[in-house]
């Protein structure tokens, strides 16, 4: 029953930096494993990175080093800091949250139960 909804998405030129909120409301995320996944134009949901309870990170191997995924649970948001940015990131990038603890692969989009509307990253070339 969680909402999520991102924000800060927007036009950065290559080499720049954005930061992506995911506000969640309705349940405390806490305890939920959160991801960022990313959709360009004419391509599949891709992951991007997760974050666990515990606070344990895993990234895309396309933004390691560049993208840090964070939470601050006293504000029951997940952020996504990007930093270099390059046109290959232009995307739609949405926040999930897996509250089942049980279920798979956190780098499958499947395994999430929701999703938030996206916000749109555009970094021209």
């Known amino acids: 029953q969680v909402q999520l909804a991102e924000s800060g998405g927007g036009l950065v030129q290559a080499g720049g930096s954005l930061r992506l909120s995911c506000a969640a409301s309705?349940?405390?995320?806490?305890?939920?494993?959160m991801g960022w996944f990313r959709q360009a134009p004419g391509k599949e949901r891709e992951f991007v990175a997760t974050?666990?309870?515990?606070?344990?990170?895993f990234y895309a191997d396309s933004v390691k080093g560049r993208f840090t995924i964070s939470r601050d649970n006293s504000k029951n948001t997940v952020y996504l800091q990007m930093t270099s940015l390059k046109p290959e990131d232009t995307a739609v990038y949405y926040c999930a949250a897996n509250s089942i603890p049980w279920r798979g692969s956190l780098i499958d989009m499947g395994t999430y139960d929701s999703w938030g509307r996206g916000t749109q990253v555009t970094v021209p070339s």
């Open positions: 309705g349940r405390t995320i806490s305890s939920y494993t």
């Open positions: 974050i666990r309870s515990s606070g344990s990170t």
